[in-house]
Each structure stands twice: as C-alpha cells, then as structure tokens.
Nanobody, 121 residues
Framework: QVQLVESGGGLVQAGGSLRLSCAVS????????MGWFRQAPGKEREFVAA????????FYADSVKGRFTISRDNTKNTVYLEMMSLKPEDTAVYYC??????????????WGQGTQVTVSS
C-alpha cells in the first residue's frame, strides 16, 4: 500500500513562491506516475502536473505551465512541486497522488491528505 504525505503549503503573497513535497512510502509499480492535483473551494479537483518516476517525463496543466515545475528525487522517494509567480487563483488544497497504470490525467489510486496553499492579493 502506497502512502503519500504532502508538506510545504502555506500563505504567500501574489508573485511569491512555494515548494510542495510529497514523500512516498513505497516506490513500486503502483506509483509509476506521480501527480499533483488541486481543489479550490466550490470547485472540482483539477490536474496540475505529473511526472514519470523512471523517465522523468513531465506534464502540466495549461494554467500552470511556465510557472510550476514538478520534479522527483529517486533517492528520497519524494516528488516536488515548485510553484512560482503565484496568483490568487492558485489558492487551493493541493494533493499528491500515485497512478499505478501509468496514466497521467486520470486513474490515480492513492492520494495524500492534502496541503493548503493560500495566495493573497
């Protein structure tokens, strides 16, 4: 069973930066793709970014492309989301998730508890 623990959320002013971390308890086939999603109040959860553990290939939502960077540290079993030029509309609970089937935009089976990111204007 893969367990995911996010950290690094907080309050930041517009234009600022934050780095989220997701510690993965077990790196197996069940976490071949790691993703970040977010959910703002009153809105549906949406895809933010994803990365393949082995190849390091990355994928981004258009809304964050050029501002957010997803990366992974294989030695620490940790995935990061570096967020720059933050906007108030980036305010949401951010979730780390693991996809066992290698799919990027759906099919995530394991989820972390979420970490709040609040961007003030």
């Amino acid at each position: 069973q893969v367990q995911l623990v996010e950290s690094g959320g907080g309050l930041v002013q517009a234009g600022g930066s934050l780095r989220l971390s997701c510690a993965v308890s077990v790196r197996t086939f069940s976490s071949s793709v790691m993703g970040w999603f977010r959910q703002a109040p009153g809105k549906e959860r949406e895809f933010v970014a994803a990365i393949r553990w082995t190849s390091g290939s990355t994928f981004y939502a258009d809304s964050v492309k050029g501002r957010f960077t997803i990366s992974r540290d294989n030695t620490k079993n940790t995935v990061y989301l570096e967020m720059m030029s933050l906007k108030p509309e980036d305010t949401a609970v951010y979730y780390c998730a693991a996809s066992p089937f290698g799919t990027v935009y759906s099919g995530y089976k394991n989820w972390g508890q979420g970490t709040q990111v609040t961007v003030s204007s």
